[in-house]
């Protein structure tokens, strides 16, 4: 399985998009963890089913800062069991069967704040 962990820094941008593509076109990963998405969970359906995953969850931005995604292709199954402003945790089922655990983690970016993430 191939997993792809990206803090984007904002997706609405074409060019981390047209990046972003050619990486996956790349490394023809299955599981995509972004941070940083600066983008709505409808925009990020919007993004999802451009760069042709099955699936996806999303953690909104607050204002114009944060966002998460998670993206997957249907060869996997994936539960979410927790989500915040700061971490998507996820089990996630290999078609072999086998079940791991993941957790995408964007830590707070001012120091001071960081026991929060």
Partial sequence: MKIIN?????LGNPRMR???EKILHLHKAQLLFLCETKLTTGQVKNVC???MFDNYFAVDRIGKSGGLAIMWSSEIT????SYSRYHIDMQVQKAN????KCTGVYRHPKASERKHT
């Avoid at 990206?6 to 904002?10: F, M, P, S, T």
């Avoid at 069967?97 to 791991?100: A, E, H, L, M, P």
């Fill in 97 to 100: 069967g086998k079940f791991w």
């Fill in 6 to 10: 990206w803090n984007v820094r904002g």
């Fill in 18 to 20: 047209q990046a972003l």
């Fill in 49 to 51: 089913r451009r760069l």
């Fill in 78 to 81: 994936l539960q979410i069991t």
